[in-house]
């Protein structure tokens, strides 16, 4: 167990492969995008030092969103297997520089052959892929949710919300703008979480942001650590370019910043994560201990009882992304009705 220990929120330039026409072509921009920022892993461990044991990418580092193109386009422009090569590439890595490193991206599966998932993951330093997380809530991917059933004859619920048990302490996955979405963080806390690796792609905005706060909100509610990665910039896409950039930050789990970047690229976000610490912290008996004060019962009827987006929305319907619309669309009709 390394009880105290450096972790880095990589704050990069994103490059869009959005503009590409063949499979090739977007493939090459992930292959110079992956070498690029190992290479400043590489760098930034060499500031940093030997206690940096953690690093965390932002959101879909190798190829930015989809941004116009259908799910099928996305598909076979933009998402990769976890066997892929460059994989194999973030692992070697891990192994020859002692790091662990979490990013997001998105993900094909065999099992389901029209979908995509957003998923994040984290090496380990022996080169093993030891979480992968799809994330359950989003406006325009697809989700584990909107097959729910049959997800689950593939998949059992509790890889719905993995945690891993490392020498870093216990380890989690929150994407993007489910920082948002408290039930996640929640339900990966009832399962031992410490450190929340987060994943995004936001605006860096002199305001106090809705996932600023939430970062924060997250942290001292779940007593644990948030290590949150932003995009330096998104290039190769028709948005202006520094719309997601900046802020990546460290919070402390009692909700203050340890460190944060400003804007551009930047090694700036990083700050000692110390498990002792926080399980002292969790360990005492007071009003601040939110986790041991929970009473799930009450609220878990509600939960069972009370839908607003529904399971399984895929089922029997054409994939497209008027689907996502739609679908919020009568929720909201619904909801408009009570």
């Known amino acids: ?28 921009i992930m292959q110079r995008s992956l070498v690029r920022i190992l ?47 460059l994989f194999d590439q973030i692992k070697a890595f891990c192994i020859a520089n ?68 490392t020498k870093l302490g216990k380890l989690a996955c929150i994407a993007s703008e489910e920082i948002l979405y408290p039930e996640v963080a929640r339900c990966l806390v009832m399962r031992g979480a410490e450190v929340f690796l987060h ?34 910039g998104i290039s190769g896409i028709k948005f202006p370019f520094a719309s997601t950039d900046g802020l990546s930050k460290i919070v402390h789990f009692e909700g203050h910043v340890l460190s944060e970047a400003l804007t551009g690229g930047s090694m700036v976000a990083n700050s000692y994560i110390d498990i002792d610490a926080l399980r002292d912290y969790r360990s005492k008996v007071s009003m601040q201990n939110y986790i041991a004060r929970q009473r799930f019962e009450l609220y878990a009827p509600s939960y069972t009882n009370i839908t607003h987006y529904p399971p399984n929305s895929f089922k029997d319907q054409k ?3 008027d689907l996502f619309i739609k679908t919020q669309a009568k929720v909201i009709q ?3 009705k009570k």
Not at 47 to 66: A, W
Not at 126 to 149: C, V
Not at 203 to 226: D, P
């Open 1 to 28: 167990m390394i009880k105290r220990y450096k972790a880095l929120a990589l704050q990069t330039e994103c490059k869009a492969v959005n503009t590409c026409k063949t499979r090739d072509e977007s493939y090459a």
């Open 319 to 321: 994939l497209s992304k």
């Open 98 to 165: 002692s790091l662990f490193v979490s990013g997001n991206f998105y993900e094909l599966d065999d099992n389901f052959p029209d979908l995509y998932f957003q998923s994040s993951f984290i090496i380990d330093d022996e080169g093993q892929m030891i979480l992968k997380y799809r994330r359950l809530n989003s406006m325009f991917a697809p989700t584990p949710h909107d097959i729910f059933d049959e997800y689950l004859k593939v998949y059992d619920y509790e890889s719905l919300f993995p945690v891993a048990d």
């Open 199 to 232: 994943s995004s792609s936001e605006a860096g905005s002199a305001q106090l942001s809705h996932k600023e706060v939430a970062k924060r909100a997250r942290a001292i509610e779940s007593m644990g650590y948030v290590v949150s990665s932003n995009s330096a």
């Open 334 to 336: 619904k909801l408009s």
């Open 39 to 85: 290479d400043e892993i590489r760098g930034s461990k060499g500031f940093i030092g030997p206690d940096l044991k953690l690093v965390v990418l932002p959101e879909y580092f190798l190829t930015s969103f989809p941004f116009g193109e259908t799910l099928q386009q996305w598909k076979n422009k933009a998402c990769l297997k976890t066997d892929d090569p």
